[in-house]
C-alpha cells in the first residue's frame, strides 16, 4: 500500500465537506458542487476499500490511483479557493467555475474509465487468494 492510499480517504473527506459547505453558501457554485459531491461519494468505497484491503497493487494501477489522488487534492485546493474568494470579484468566480467544471469532468472520466473496477477486481481476487490460503492453513492444522 503507497503512502498516498492512506491520505486518499482524507483528502476525499476533506473535499466532500468542502463541497457540502460551498454547495451551501454560494448560489452559483451550487449545481457544480452538488455534482462532485456525487462522483466523490461514488468514489469513496472503492478508494476505502483499496485502502483496507492492505494488498500492494501492479504499478500500473497504483500509477492511476496516484493520478485520482492527485486529482482529488487539487480539487481540495479548488474548493479552499472557491471558498476565501471574495462575493464581488465576479472574474475570479468565473476562472474557479470553470475550474470546477473541469474537474468534474476529470473526476467523471475516472468513473467512466474501467480503472476502479480493474483495481476492484484485483484486490477482490487477492483477498480472495488470502482467504483460500486461510482456509489451507486451517485445514492442515486441524
Known amino acids: 500500500m503507497a503512502v498516498s492510499d492512506f491520505f486518499a480517504g482524507e483528502i476525499a473527506t476533506e473535499l466532500l465537506k468542502q463541497l457540502f459547505m460551498i454547495s451551501a453558501r454560494t448560489g ?60 464581488w470579484n465576479m472574474f475570479r468566480h468565473v476562472y474557479l467555475l470553470k475550474k ?3 474537474l468534474e469532468k476529470t473526476l467523471s472520466s475516472f ?14 481476487l487477492l483477498r480472495a487468494n488470502a482467504d483460500e490460503c486461510s482456509l489451507d492453513v486451517d485445514n492442515s492444522l486441524a
Do not use: W
Request: charged share 25%; proline share 4%.
Open 28 to 87: 452559483r457554485y451550487k449545481s457544480m458542487a452538488d455534482n462532485l459531491i456525487i462522483l466523490i461519494e461514488n468514489i469513496q468505497p472503492t478508494i476505502r476499500e483499496i485502502h483496507y484491503s492492505g494488498v500492494e497493487l501492479p504499478a500500473h494501477h497504483q500509477a492511476q490511483i496516484r493520478m485520482l489522488f492527485e486529482t482529488l487534492d487539487k480539487g481540495k485546493n479548488l474548493t479552499e479557493k472557491v471558498l476565501s474568494c471574495n462575493r
Open 111 to 124: 468513473l467512466k474509465a474501467p480503472i476502479l473496477t480493474n483495481i476492484l477486481a484485483d484486490v477482490h
Open 100 to 102: 470546477m467544471e473541469k
